[in-house]
């Protein structure tokens, strides 16, 4: 039998949650013979492994120790976005004077009931990464329970030993806070318990102004906390696009955000029920924020521990994880990895498709013959703040240091019509392209869905088409959609140089 789980609070969708992603009646299977593959995790990364060499005639078991569905269906994309919607209706509805609408601006919603409507979608959702879907629907041995390698060929779940020809590591990875002096007995929140709220904070203090930490931080001040954004650099987002990240962090403060830049934390103690965060600013000096909740918003670790890499010759290192080569295999021949216990991409998205390459190379690749590469994955990703920032390919940085010369493009959302009649005009698009050719390398865009327009460049920069091409598109009016046309215009008149310009004057002069 599996080991119970509770989640809280133990209402009946978390209960609902456990039944389907870690049933406490769980019965592991018998096994019987030798696996085609067994998969260590049952997150994104293991759960479409799994999948996919089942649906192709392979043996396979699962092993979860936990929570099937791993961080995006419990503690990561499935429930943030919930709680980012809920925050963006109850801003939506104090805006709504602006459409029409009477609103009342010191409405700050019912952060019990944005919360509990989280944990009815996360708990809907789970169906579809449920151990008995797994099981029944597709046909693979879920086994729940801790597992560790134990020699060559054989991983133990429990008291059981499972023989398998490959194996592939999906165990994902865990938020780790900061060494900060008094934080862990002062108490904090990460994205793992960050969820089992149920009352409104009145003052957070989020730590790193990462996609987390942003994210979260604007649905909380929206649904009525007061919100301070704890960075050391001197902006948020710090790994995208400068302009892009500066559009986003505006917004923030307008709606209430405190952003305390550059400063280091130099303690945190407990004085009651507040925490009280000791700050040295070297342009501002020593200043103490008390709040009631701390949010540690940056910081991962993979789950290497416990496992027995080491018997069986898989190198890790605690802080980057387990190594793999461009195929995702392992210092041991006959064990591949996948999602964040290994590369650098750490999305949902990205433990997907590189699931669907370790598969194949694991189980079909003759050696050169019909291998994958990660390094061939065109990865683009989004942060789920009002507006969204989405990118894909390279950043101008990226470009300088790889010498790659670019020109590059730039429009505002707001020359979209559509962006302007939604009121959702702070925004941008820019795109690289190879200097003095249309071949896009990166974009990146700021808008309501950014992440929804970012999927054409990759397909464009995944299939080599131009920017010049995007000109021949004809958009539904009024799209946001359009300035994507734009900045295609913006390129294709580059291509009007004065000569061009003067043979067309003589052709259109002679027509006459």
């Known amino acids: 039998m599996a080991e119970p789980i509770l989640i809280e609070p133990r209402d009946e969708w978390n209960e609902q949650l456990v039944a389907n992603v870690h049933p406490a009646d769980w019965t592991n299977p018998t096994p019987d013979g030798r696996y085609n593959l067994v998969v260590l995790g049952a997150g994104t990364g293991g759960l479409i492994t799994a999948l996919i060499a089942s649906s192709l005639g392979a043996k396979v078991a699962l092993i979860e120790r936990h929570l099937m569905g791993g961080d995006c269906l419990n503690v990561g994309c499935v429930p943030s976005k919930a709680v980012i919607r809920g925050a963006q209706i109850v801003h939506e509805a104090r805006e709504a004077s602006q459409f029409g609408m009477p609103a009342g601006p010191e409405d ?14 996360r708990a809907r959702i789970s169906h579809e990464d449920s151990a008995e879907r797994y099981s029944e629907e597709f046909g693979i041995d879920i086994y729940l329970g801790e597992a560790a390698f134990e020699g060559e060929g054989k991983v133990s779940v429990g008291d059981q030993v499972l023989e398998y020809s490959k194996a592939v590591i999906a165990t994902g990875a865990r938020a780790v806070a900061p060494p900060i002096e008094g934080l862990a007995a002062a108490g904090y929140l990460d994205n793992e318990t960050v969820f089992s ?21 604007q649905s909380f001040q929206r649904l009525g906390s007061e919100v301070h954004i704890l960075e050391r650099m001197d902006q948020i987002l710090t790994r995208e696009d400068p302009d892009a990240a500066k559009i986003v962090q505006d917004v923030l403060v307008r709606e209430g955000v ?27 000096g020593t200043r103490e924020l008390v709040v009631d909740e701390i949010l540690v918003g940056a910081g991962r670790a993979p789950n290497v521990e416990g496992m027995g890499l080491e018997s069986v010759g898989v190198s ?3 802080q980057k994880g387990v190594q793999v080569d461009d195929s995702l295999r392992t210092t041991n021949k006959r064990i591949w990895a996948v999602g964040d216990v290994c590369m650098q991409w750490k999305f949902t998205h990205a433990a997907d498709a590189a699931a669907k390459i370790a598969v194949q190379n694991a189980l079909f690749a003759v050696g050169p013959i019909g291998r994958k590469k990660l390094s061939d994955l065109v990865m683009p990703w989004c942060t789920y703040t009002e507006p969204e920032i989405a990118h894909v390919g390279l950043y101008e940085r990226d470009a300088a240091e790889k010498n790659v010369p670019i020109d590059s493009y730039q429009v505002s959302i707001a020359e979209s019509n559509r962006a302007v009649t939604d009121g959702q005009e702070e925004g941008l698009i820019k795109v690289h392209v190879k200097k003095g050719t249309d071949e896009i390398v990166g974009a990146t865009v700021v808008a309501a869905h950014a992440g929804d327009l970012v999927t054409q460049f990759t397909m464009a920069i995944q299939n080599g088409i131009g920017l010049g091409s995007f000109t021949n598109i004809i958009y539904p009016y009024p799209t946001q959609g359009e300035a994507i046309k734009r900045a295609a215009g913006a390129y294709t008149r580059t291509r009007l140089t004065p000569t061009v310009k003067r043979l067309f004057e003589r052709w259109l002069s002679w027509q006459r």
Not at 108 to 121: A, H, P, S, T, Y
């Open 258 to 284: 405190e952003m305390i830049f550059e400063c280091a934390i130099e303690r945190v103690e407990r004085r009651g029920e507040e925490r009280v965060i000791h700050l040295s600013c070297p342009k501002k």
């Open 316 to 318: 890790f290192d605690k």
């Open 197 to 217: 709220l149920t009352e409104r904070p009145k003052r957070v203090a989020v730590i790193g102004a990462g996609p987390i930490g942003c994210e979260l931080a």
């Open 108 to 121: 700050l919603g019912d952060f019990e009931e944005v919360m509990r409507r989280m944990r009815e979608i």
